[in-house]
């Protein structure tokens, strides 16, 4: 009874132990070649990690279900230093072969296991034509899909050439635009042959007018592919991205690789094994990809004003650590750049920190990743900054401007206007107070950073409404203009033409003419006194003042008398000496016509005359 | 029937002013929205409609001046010195069209030096080009009836300060009148022989006979105005600064 109870605790911890392995995970999975030919079998297999039943496989519609299910079992136990890992699968297995072209989906199998149901993974099988009939017999043994590559037991001599393997450069496009993304790769196909490795020689074009973005080189796998007819195991040797740096043709120069191949020799010693097994060399061949031309095209034109080279599709988000600070307290803003496209040579977009702002230099963090659709993940930039000054500012949104290739246009992101409003620190405000009572704040002059265009007229806008203009400069209306008003003019010149005579200021010639007239006169009397001639003589400088008198008074002739004289020379303020002269001159010589006196007396009135003349001329009469 | 047909024109001219106003707006929102070139689109469309209905106003030249910053800023220079040059011709006195023509004009690359235009003679053609022509016309009359009145007060009074007052302002209303009919008379020349032109082409190498095997005697660059003396064929010779030559007349487009 003790040792039944034994065991049954003992069996109780076995399976105990294999419940506890099996609720780890259940890992049910289905396993079949990715390319199949028309009409050779293949393998199909489900897995699982636990002891299962109840095993569904769903319906094979598209291919032929030669044998299986067959089932089998693996499990593995080991210690490693005390520690037990063990494991299980169960494995069902199907043969099956394609019937038709095409791809195929191959559903779920369902299976229970733990008390629950679990369901595998579909399976996508292309499944692609014969080769041609034109392909030698060999092409019936290329047949049987494997992931190895076939060998081949046909003369070596024949299966080494350009059909039978050859390095295609694939490019996923060859017209786009600059900046936009190419994966290029050298795709090895082969068919008959078995490479066993490559040798570091190999010559990669330069790559010129690109910018070259390696992907990360994963695993060599092959995968079968129909190809001109034929199908030919292939698989990639190189893979890079590539972003054109200019537009127009660019050619990429041919690639270089360098296989060794195993081939079978007719091998001269023969034994048995060599029969056998056949007998192998190595040889080196020089594979060359082809070049190709990339048609780049320009980025069309509209350029937005803050464009700087982005190509792709991006995003933009801005964060603001702060809005409301204190002064010498940092603001930071935060941008990130998400997306994919030519993010590395995404320039750094500057914020445009107002006056008063300590700005420092953006920190930029790149989190990329490179896959074969293009570069994509994010870029984040932090701007830091400490504001000097109390105030609202507003700082200008950050804006990127990129090309997208999807929709073929410019795209502009923006930032939002962020408002800050920065109070006066407590540490500098009485600091500051007090230097300010002291110091009168430093004046600053407004200076002009920078040129450009003043903005576009927005004031209100109507059509002009078309109004035929009455006057026009040289028609015959515009000189009507001048000749009506001119004509009025004239008409009225001779209306009034009598007063404009009497108006015409005869007194202010006269009295223009007066020194004039009267220095003749006395020219003439200087004459009549070398002479003798005295009559003429006193004639002569008596005409000489009265008329001189007349003309600078704007007295008439008649009116001439001594007495009325003196009085409208007293009228004008004239010194009374001056006025007796004036008496004694026109007295002498109206005297002295008639009287006899000497050439003395003559020569003095004549000085006097002259002298009174002078003096007269420079009063203001 | 009439008074119908009237109704429906008069409603007719409405809709299509309160359209063009639409328009205008609208070029207005793309261009602060930064798309230029389409802004520049509905501009330029605006003034051909106008110009369709022969209403080249002083009114268009805001347009003009718009359309003139839309072209800045999609690069294309000589459009929009051209554009900014019929901005001025329509209304001188906008000052921000005379801003931004100068602006432009520093972004060319001739640099013209012309020694025959002694300061006096820049300094008239600046004083003629700050009006229009129809003030100046305007100008002209105005001053002619004053010098008249200064004339006929002149021989009609007694009284000598109202006689002075009208001889000396006579005289000056007379000068006046002279020389804003001079200004009036150069700018209707300008705009009827509209001589003056802008390089629209990239570079124009300018030769010294009428045909493409001529000597070539000088380089110009887009966006300098130069001006158009004769016309032969597809060809024209234009002078710009101290130099003359000819080149072909879908180099440039006259203002």
Sequence with gaps: MKLRQYIFTLALCITHCVFCMADDEVDFRANAPKQVVVGSPFQLTYTINTQARDFRAPEFVDFDHLAGPYTSQSSSTSFVNGHRTSSFTLTYTFTLVGMKEGTFTIGPATIKANGSQHTSNGVRITVLPPDEPVASSQSQQQQRPSSRPQQSYENPDNNVSRENIFIRTVVNKTRVHEQEAILLSYKLYFAGVDVAQFTNN?????????????????????????????????????????????????????????????????????????????????????????????????????????????????????????????????????????????????????????????????????????????????????????????????????????????????????????????????????????????????????????????????????????????????????????????????????????????????????????????????????????????????????????????????????????????????????????????????STAEFARYAPSSDTQMQQIFEQTANLIDKLENQKL | MKHVLYICIAVAACLSSVASAATMEQGNSLYANGEYTQAAEIYAHIIDSAAEQGALTRQMAPVYYNLGNSYFRCQELSQAILAYERCLRLDPRMKDARYNLQFAQTQIIDNIADTRNFFLRTWVTNLRNALSESIWMWMSIGMFSIFLIGAVLFALTRETWLRKTAFYLGLLALVISISAFCNATSLHHRDTLRAEAIITQGIVNAKASPDRSGTELFTMHEGTKVTIRECLGEWCNVQVGNNEGWIKLNCLERI
């Excluded at chain 1, 920078?450 to 004031?459: A, E, H, L, N, W």
């Excluded at chain 1, 006194?529 to 004639?539: D, I, N, P, V």
Aim: charge should be neutral; avoid cysteine; hydrophobic fraction near 35%.
């Design chain 1, 202 to 586: 190999t010559k990669l074009p330069e790559f010129a007018g690109f910018l070259k973005q390696e992907l990360d080189q994963e695993e060599i796998q092959t995968e079968l592919e129909h190809y001109n007819g034929r199908n030919y195991q292939t698989a990639t040797l190189y893979r890079t991205l590539l972003y054109p740096q200019h537009s127009g043709d660019i050619k990429i120069d041919p690639a270089q690789f360098e296989a060794v191949l195993r081939v079978q020799t007719r091998a001269q010693v023969r034994s048995i094994f060599d029969d056998f097994f056949g007998s192998y060399a190595n040889v080196q061949k020089m594979l060359t990809a082809p070049g190709v031309t990339i048609h780049v095209e320009e980025l069309p034109t509209g350029k937005p004003s803050d464009y700087n080279g982005g190509v792709g599709t991006f995003s933009l988000n801005s964060s603001i650590s702060s809005q409301e600070v204190k002064t010498n307290e940092a603001i930071t803003i935060r941008l990130e750049i998400k997306g994919s496209g030519n993010m590395k040579l995404l320039k750094t977009p500057a914020v445009d920190w107002p006056e008063g702002f300590e700005a420092y230099d953006p920190k930029v963090t790149n989190k990329f990743k490179t896959s074969t659709s293009g570069v994509s993940g994010t870029k984040t930039i932090e701007y830091l900054a400490i504001p000097r000054a109390a105030g609202q500012y507003a700082i200008p949104p950050v804006t990127l401007s990129y090309f997208d290739i999807q929709e073929g246009k410019y795209v502009r992101l923006s930032s939002p206007e962020y408002t800050l409003n920065i109070l006066r620190g407590t540490e500098d405000a009485d600091a500051s107070t007090v230097v300010q009572q002291f110091n009168q704040p430093t004046k600053e002059d407004i200076t002009q950073f920078g040129t450009d265009i003043r903005y576009i007229s927005v004031v209100p806008w109507q059509m002009p409404v078309v109004t035929k203009q009455m006057v026009a400069f040289g028609t015959p209306l515009f000189y009507m203009l001048y000749v009506i008003p001119l004509l009025i003019a004239i008409v009225l010149f001779i209306v009034f033409r009598k007063q404009i005579r009497e108006n015409a200021d005869i007194n202010r010639v006269r009295y223009k003419k007066a020194n004039k007239i009267a220095q003749k006169r006395l020219k003439t009397a200087k004459a009549y006194l070398t002479t003798g001639a005295k009559e003429h003589f006193y004639e002569e400088i008596e005409r000489a003042a009265r008329s001189y008198l007349s003309d600078r008074l704007s007295i008439a002739m008649a009116d001439m008398s001594k007495d009325n004289i003196a009085e409208i020379l007293r009228k004008k303020n004239i010194d009374n000496e001056l006025i007796s002269e004036v008496d004694k001159v026109l």
